[in-house]
């Protein structure tokens, strides 16, 4: 069992909706991230929140928002997303701060399919 | 800026023999570490094992071992004995702490274990 928490499984939603996605960690990681995977190919990052403060944005849409409620908890707020944007999105979690040299690895999810109709 | 090359976009394998992964990877840092990252189809990223440029011996978790040539700049990783749960995309990557820490993946190779 993953010890990164993804929540749903599966979201199947509409242009105009908003849902979100939630990952949860209880390792005591000072880092959390959020990932965009397309099919067969290699995960892109979008945010990097660090001690629960968003230290890296990847350019992405605002179409997407974060959030860090808390340093065990990181949501992804979706709005008026694009058939574009279906993906397989993953959070990670690990130990180092994201500004230092520490070389702990990123722990992963399961992740979120998402589908836009 | 760093780069990651994964060659084998897919490859085969016969149950209980080994098979060697190609990563060779390109960075001005003195100081990095490498990553390998087994993703099944179910799609979570299982961590499997890490190398860090410093280490004098090459890093082994059970069945994985990490083929390590600092000169030649690659980070090969060798499963021994496969199974047909070896079936997944695997992915080298390593983290840029001159970027947040974010990490660099390569383009991943596509394992299938025959039995």
């Known amino acids: 069992d993953t010890e990164v928490t993804q929540t749903p499984k599966h979201l199947v939603m509409g242009m105009t909706n908003k849902k979100s996605l939630k990952c949860e960690q209880h390792?005591?990681?000072?880092?959390m991230y959020w990932y965009k995977q397309k099919a067969k190919k290699p995960p892109e990052l979008m945010f990097v929140?660090?001690?629960?403060?968003?230290?890296i944005n990847e350019s992405v849409p605002s179409r997407f928002s974060p959030e860090c409620p808390n340093s065990s908890l990181l949501n992804l707020h979706l709005h008026a997303l694009q058939p574009e944007d279906s993906a397989l999105y993953l959070c990670?979690?690990?130990?180092?701060?994201?500004?230092?040299?520490?070389?702990?690895?990123?722990?992963f999810g399961d992740g979120t399919r998402l589908s836009i109709l | 800026a760093q780069k990651i090359t994964q060659t084998q976009p897919g490859m085969f394998v016969q149950e209980k023999e080994a098979v060697t992964l190609d990563c060779t990877y390109d960075?001005?840092?003195?100081?990095?570490?490498l990553f390998w990252y087994k993703q099944p189809s179910s799609g979570e990223m299982i961590f499997l094992i890490y190398?860090?440029?410093?280490?004098?011996q090459n890093a082994t978790e059970g069945r994985y071992s990490l083929n390590f040539q600092k000169a030649r700049k690659s980070a090969n990783l060798v499963i021994s004995a496969s199974q047909l749960g070896d079936s997944a995309m695997y992915f080298c990557?390593?983290?840029?702490?001159?970027?947040?820490?974010?990490?660099?993946f390569g383009q991943g190779t596509e394992l299938s274990v025959k039995p």
């Open positions: 960075t001005s840092d003195q100081s990095y570490g």
């Open positions: 929140y660090s001690y629960e403060k968003l230290s």
């Open positions: 990557a390593m983290r840029d702490n001159n970027q947040g820490g974010k990490l660099i």
């Open positions: 190398q860090g440029s410093y280490d004098e």
């Open positions: 390792m005591g990681h000072r880092a």
């Open positions: 990670a979690s690990s130990q180092d701060p994201p500004q230092g040299a520490g070389n702990q690895p990123q722990h």
